[in-house]
């Protein structure tokens, strides 16, 4: 069960409804990127880029990338008006200052209590943990973005962490192409499911114990 194109522009999508006007917003590689394209009418977010950058844009358009202008992952982006520049040790001061309103993260894994595995997978070769640590730590809120199961099949909404973890009870917010839940004091609580996928599909492939309300949105 892959995440299609089609796939990755609603997770982005519904994870930008989490934007609030004037907040400095942190995005990770993957999905994630593609928030800054979808941010909703009348919403201006800072987004910030540990690489450097307060005010990074959207992507360039083909043929107008920058080789000078990126993201943390090495991606081309632009820069909006009034955008700032500083060295990397300020753009992690920031983060570690808790700066930032919200951070939206790849992961691997996730648990029932919002422990957080998104940096390595034992055996594999790792380029580096990056700003992963500090932002899960330090962000005010952190959304989560992935695959509702792996490649085998399995699900990454797991009772608790097989992967080493990045942080500890971290998550607030995780959305998939099959649901939204969030964490709460009393367990992972079912919010939203995304079309075509109903309750049974979202419990079948979720390893976790959800909490069912009584009233569940159904997202086109």
């Given at each position: 069960?892959?995440?299609?194109?089609?796939?990755?522009?609603?997770?982005?999508?519904?994870?930008?409804?989490?934007?609030?006007?004037?907040?400095?917003?942190?995005?990770?590689?993957?999905?994630?990127?593609?928030?800054?394209?979808l941010v909703p009418e009348g919403?201006?977010?800072?987004?910030?880029?540990e690489n450097g950058i307060l005010?990074?844009g959207g992507g360039p358009a083909?043929?107008?990338?920058?080789?000078?202008?990126?993201?943390?992952?090495?991606?081309?982006?632009?820069?909006?008006?009034?955008?700032?520049?500083?060295?990397?040790?300020?753009?992690?001061?920031?983060?570690?200052?808790?700066?930032?309103?919200?951070?939206?993260?790849?992961?691997?894994?996730?648990?029932?209590?919002?422990?957080?595995?998104?940096?390595?997978?034992?055996?594999?070769?790792?380029?580096?943990?990056?700003?992963?640590?500090?932002?899960?730590?330090?962000?005010?809120?952190?959304?989560?973005?992935?695959?509702?199961?792996?490649?085998?099949?399995?699900?990454?909404?797991?009772?608790?962490?097989?992967?080493?973890?990045?942080?500890?009870?971290?998550?607030?917010?995780?959305?998939?192409?099959?649901?939204?839940?969030?964490?709460?004091?009393?367990?992972?609580?079912?919010?939203?499911?995304?079309?075509?996928?109903?309750?049974?599909?979202?419990?079948?492939?979720?390893?976790?114990?959800?909490?069912?309300?009584?009233?569940?949105?159904?997202?086109?």
């Amino acid at each position: 069960m892959g995440v299609g194109e089609d796939n990755r522009d609603r997770i982005a999508g519904r994870a930008a409804q989490e934007l609030r006007d004037g907040m400095v917003v942190n995005l990770g590689i993957g999905i994630p990127t593609m928030v800054a394209d979808l941010v909703p009418e009348g919403i201006h977010v800072i987004f910030h880029a540990e690489n450097g950058i307060l005010g990074a844009g959207g992507g360039p358009a083909p043929g107008e990338e920058d080789a000078f202008l990126c993201n943390a992952g090495g991606f081309p982006i632009t820069v909006v008006d009034g955008a700032s520049y500083c060295d990397s040790s300020i753009a992690f001061a920031m983060i570690r200052r808790g700066c930032i309103d919200i951070t939206i993260l790849g992961a691997l894994e996730v648990s029932e209590r919002g422990d957080l595995a998104n940096w390595i997978v034992p055996g594999k070769r790792v380029a580096g943990i990056g700003g992963a640590m500090e932002l899960a730590q330090k962000a005010k809120k952190v959304i989560v973005l992935m695959n509702h199961v792996n490649r085998q099949g399995e699900s990454k909404v797991k009772k608790q962490c097989a992967l080493p973890l990045t942080a500890r009870e971290c998550v607030k917010l995780i959305i998939t192409e099959m649901a939204v839940m969030e964490v709460t004091d009393q367990g992972l609580l079912l919010k939203e499911i995304m079309s075509p996928y109903t309750v049974e599909d979202v419990v079948r492939h979720t390893e976790a114990a959800l909490i069912l309300p009584k009233h569940i949105s159904y997202l086109p």
